[in-house]
């Protein structure tokens, strides 16, 4: 008995010291070909992680992530390379997969273990209560989900100098009231959480599996999922196909779900799941058909509604400063909550770097689409954005710009930069939207393509199949807060609550 209690004692010793444990993770797919667990998860990315290490409280948990392990990789976890990983990607195995839109801008999206969070700026800030309201949560459920994540991989900033040229540079153009270190959705100038933290380390969603429990949660990785298998009635998600990320593609693995409760649970990002729905058979008839893919569900709306917040980088340096790269630490949130400004000094090879202030459109009008290329699972999709197509946009971008040139040439930042690094200022109705036509790019907030409401239902479960859901950006109509990456960690965080409760 004892014995028991000393054990037990120094358990959480060890628990308590190195606050998590790591996931099992392996990249050998014989060792769960063939086998059967509660939940697939299939993405390990920024909503994939914390579902998984939830469910596993209860459950078997398989996550299958195409990427590898971010653990010990210093291209993810050290701030001193914040944005390399972006400049030197390849077509298959770089932690960062680029991809350039049919509209023609580029863009990126994580591959690895941890997603998008282990490639993005790191900017927590949950979103308002109304986007809570609209999207008919339960709010206690939602401040329990956000407090967990925090209390695991949110950090408060110390501000490096830039950040403070900045956060001067919005409150001279007038963004009132000044909120100082918040995580609220709110008017004004703010300083957001980070999942870097005082040491420079990066915390991605990947840390949060070792907050599940232990020996519940497989994780393979190197593995991409070519689609579901359904039962033979077409009627049931039973498990998934999956081949080896570098391995022969004609080669394919099976693993199941437990035949009276499993699921299957897709988290494979905004480009990823509608990709995999598609691939699956379940789309838009005649574009499954295009491919030759056999009909699960013709369910139209798969891949409708991406949208990308449309957004304008004014370049305020262009290295004769060389600034050491810096990601998003304040924010300006304007009146009605309509741009989201913010700064990053980014590397644009291993000696220099730019700065630029950027804000985006919060709530765009123009909404695109998703489409396959080819039945390629690791190649991109097609998708178009349509950036300001819609004349609603292309006003409100040309007031954006307005903002930016304000912050630009605030006193503070052309003193701190001097003043020879100005672009000629852009003005009036027409050289304004050229301005924004020519330089519309995208602040990495694009979402959409299996939204809630067409393509799953309220309770994230894919409309006309069983055991089958989606939790990730992809069921976003609207991208939450000023940076979607808080939400969508207490998505996953929120949904394994909910289904943990169903049963
Ligand atoms: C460069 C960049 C900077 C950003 N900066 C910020 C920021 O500072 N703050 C903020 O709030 N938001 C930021 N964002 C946005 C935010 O990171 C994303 O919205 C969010 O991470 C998306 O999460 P997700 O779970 O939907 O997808 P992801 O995190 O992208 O996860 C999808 C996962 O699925 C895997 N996958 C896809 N297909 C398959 C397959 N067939 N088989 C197996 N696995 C597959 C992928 O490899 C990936 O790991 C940024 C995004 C980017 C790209
Ligand atoms: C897994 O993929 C990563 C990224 O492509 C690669 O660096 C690593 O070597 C791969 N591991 C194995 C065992 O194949
Ligand atoms: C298929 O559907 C029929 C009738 O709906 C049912 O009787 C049968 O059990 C189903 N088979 C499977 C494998 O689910
Ligand atoms: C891939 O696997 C298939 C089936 O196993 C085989 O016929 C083909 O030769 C393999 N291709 C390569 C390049 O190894
Ligand atoms: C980096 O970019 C700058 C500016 O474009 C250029 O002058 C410099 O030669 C580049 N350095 C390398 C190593 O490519
Ligand atoms: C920028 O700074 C880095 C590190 O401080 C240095 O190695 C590099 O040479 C500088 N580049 C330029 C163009 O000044
Ligand atoms: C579609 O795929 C082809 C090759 O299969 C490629 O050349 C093309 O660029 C892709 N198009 C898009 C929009 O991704």
Not at 129 to 136: L, R, S
Not at 339 to 357: C, D, E, G, K, W
Request: some cysteine; charged content about 20%.
């Amino acid at each position: 008995m004892s014995h028991f209690v000393f054990l037990f004692i120094i358990s959480m010793f060890i628990n308590l010291s190195q606050g998590a444990q790591m996931p099992y993770m392996t990249t050998d797919p014989k060792e769960v070909s063939g086998k059967s667990f509660d939940y697939i998860v299939v993405g390990g990315g920024t909503a994939g992680c914390s579902l998984a290490a939830t469910l596993s409280e209860k459950y078997s948990v398989l996550v299958i992530e195409r990427g590898g392990s971010p653990f010990g990789d210093p291209l993810v976890e050290d701030k001193k390379y914040y944005g390399y990983s972006l400049i030197n990607t390849d077509e298959y195995s770089s932690v960062a997969q680029s991809f350039t839109s049919v509209d023609g801008i580029k863009n990126h999206r994580g591959r690895v273990l941890g997603g998008s969070s282990a490639i993005n700026g790191g900017f927590y800030s949950r979103a308002s209560d109304e986007f809570v309201k609209k999207a008919g949560w339960d709010k206690d459920l939602v401040q329990e989900s956000y407090k967990w994540v925090e209390s695991k991989v949110v950090f408060m900033p110390e501000l490096t100098r830039w950040q403070s040229i900045v956060q001067f540079g919005f409150l001279e153009a007038g963004f009132y009231p000044y909120n100082g270190y918040s995580l609220e959705h709110t008017q004004g100038t703010k300083i957001g959480g980070s999942i870097f933290d005082q040491c420079g380390k990066r915390h991605t969603s990947a840390d949060l599996l070792g907050y599940g429990k232990p020996n519940c949660i497989t994780v393979l990785l190197n593995a991409t999922v070519k689609s579901i298998i359904f039962d033979a009635n077409k009627t049931r998600a039973v498990g998934v196909r999956f081949m080896e990320s570098d391995g022969n593609s004609s080669k394919s693995y099976k693993v199941h779900v437990e035949q009276h409760r499993g699921e299957v649970i897709l988290a494979a990002g905004a480009l990823g799941s509608p990709q995999i729905l598609l691939l699956s058979g379940i789309g838009p008839e005649n574009h499954l058909n295009d491919f030759d893919i056999p009909v699960i569900v013709n369910l139209k709306e798969v891949g409708k509604q991406m949208s990308d917040n449309p957004a304008i980088s004014l370049l305020v340096d262009r290295f004769s400063q060389n600034l050491t790269v810096d990601p998003p630490q304040v924010v300006a949130i304007t009146e009605g909550f309509k741009f989201i400004l913010q700064s990053l000094v980014l590397p644009t090879n291993i000696t220099t770097t730019r700065t630029a202030i950027s804000a985006k459109i919060a709530f765009p009008k123009s909404k695109g689409r998703l489409k396959l290329n080819n039945t390629n699972p690791r190649e991109n999709p097609s998708v178009t954005f349509n950036y300001l197509e819609n004349k609603a946009d292309l006003d409100a971008c040309q007031e954006m710009v307005l903002h930016l040139q304000h912050v630009a040439r605030s006193k503070t930042v052309t003193f701190f930069l001097g003043t020879q690094a100005q672009d000629k200022l852009v003005a009036g109705d027409e050289e304004l939207k050229k301005f924004c036509i020519k330089n519309v790019r995208t602040y990495y907030h694009y979402h959409g393509g299996c939204v809630v409401g067409s393509v799953v239902n309220e309770e994230y479960k894919v409309n006309g199949v069983k055991r089958l859901r989606v939790v990730d950006g992809s069921t976003f109509e609207e991208s939450p807060g000023t940076n979607p990456m808080a939400t969508v960690l207490m998505l996953g965080r929120y949904q394994g609550i909910k289904i943990l409760k169903e049963h």
